[in-house]
């Protein structure tokens, strides 16, 4: 165990610095970075004999010049940008100055807004665990019971009837899921139920403290439907393979030779056992459904998340917002999955990662 843990601990560095590298290498071949948008959106403007500030805790501006009602910028002022946010190095140079700052958890501040890289991540920080945490209990508060049902039905008309919704609703993508919802119950073509986007109401800050909650939920609900119904399917076959597992020991066999009914035998014996692997999974599922299930969800119903921020950035080329939350969740997902497995070891001493 101890030289796994060691091996897994070296890996994160060469594994995230390949994870970097290949990213910065798609995102450097892609047409339209920093200097050429903000190019492009002053020589697209009528504005004229103006100054236009590339971000505003920056002190270099950009004098703009009318010629036949199309701006154009003089070209030592775009070499002077170039200067001032390194894009007159070398790609490997900037990689290597980049990764430096990282490890240095330097994650600079954003292009576009007067705000460092970690403080944008804590403004959006709490829409994105509101939609993580919540899935996750609700995935966990269906899986459980239900994989318990399936294991105990084993081979049955619900067993099989419940596989086939189950596997379905897992084949929808959530963000498709999302769009239907939205068709439905939030002002589409039948009802309007639900709003279509946003955290809270216009009046929010009138409510009382039970009706800001309610009002809360009620923006909630659809996004996190759409990502709980596509996102319980690989648990709950979990439950149900781990609790067969364990109905099939001999200790089951033992217990009901001694007299004990079906009850006290599921949940004073088999369901510890079998619940105990599962358990272990949560942190490494909060995680996945997190980072990786909330983007489309919140591009979807312009919720002010991680996601969101992350698809702007992806779309303005903010290259420090990019790069920075890149850095930053990729290594907490290697550390995540490094604690699943002591996790896991801890649960279950039979693990042999050797």
């Known amino acids: 165990m101890k030289f796994y843990l060691i091996k897994r601990l070296f890996l994160i560095f060469p594994t995230l610095f390949f994870i970097m590298l290949l990213n910065f290498i798609i ?6 970075g920093p200097i050429e948008q903000i190019i492009a959106k002053i020589n697209n403007s009528n504005t004229l004999h103006s100054e236009v500030s590339f971000n505003p805790t920056s002190t270099l501006s950009l004098n703009i010049n009318s010629d036949n009602n199309k701006s154009t910028i003089d070209q030592e002022i775009i070499k002077k940008i170039e200067v001032e946010y390194g894009f007159d190095k070398p790609l490997l140079s900037r990689f290597l100055l980049m990764m430096k700052k990282l490890i240095m958890f330097d994650f600079s501040s954003s292009f576009y807004q007067d705000k460092s890289v970690v403080s944008l991540v804590i403004e959006k920080l709490p829409v994105s665990i509101s939609l ?3 899935s996750t209990i609700l995935v966990y508060l269906i899986s459980i019971p239900l994989g318990i049902r399936k294991a105990l039905r084993n081979g049955s008309k619900f ?6 919704l189950i596997s379905l609703g897992h084949a929808i993508p959530a963000f498709l899921l999302a769009i239907i919802f939205i068709v439905l119950f939030a002002g589409g073509n039948f009802l309007q139920i639900f709003p279509i986007r946003g955290l809270t ?6 409510l009382s403290i039970f009706g800001k909650i309610i009002d809360y939920l009620h923006h909630l609900f659809l996004p996190i439907a759409s990502m709980v119904i596509g996102g319980f399917a690989s648990l709950t076959f979990f439950v149900k393979n781990s609790f067969i597992e364990e109905i099939n020991k001999q200790y089951v066999v033992a217990a009901y030779a001694k007299g004990l009914g079906d009850r006290q035998v599921l949940y004073g014996h088999i ?4 619940m105990m692997i599962v358990i272990a999974g949560i942190p490494a599922a909060f995680i996945g459904i997190l980072f990786t299930g909330s983007m489309l969800i919140e591009i979807i119903f312009n919720l002010d998340g991680l996601g969101l921020l992350g ?3 992806a779309v303005s080329r903010d290259y420090p917002v990019m790069f920075g939350t890149l850095y930053f969740f990729t290594l907490l997902g290697l550390i995540i999955n490094i604690i699943s497995d002591i996790t896991y070891k801890i649960v279950d001493p039979r693990i042999n990662f050797n």
Not at 201 to 206: A, L, Q, V
Not at 271 to 274: E, I, K, L, Q, V
Request: proline share 4%.
């Open 27 to 32: 995102i450097q071949a892609a047409p339209g």
């Open 132 to 134: 993580g945490f919540a």
């Open 159 to 164: 067993d099989f009837i419940s596989s086939v």
């Open 201 to 206: 109401s216009d009046n929010f800050s009138d």
């Open 271 to 274: 369901f510890r056992n079998a």
């Open 311 to 313: 698809y702007e950035a």
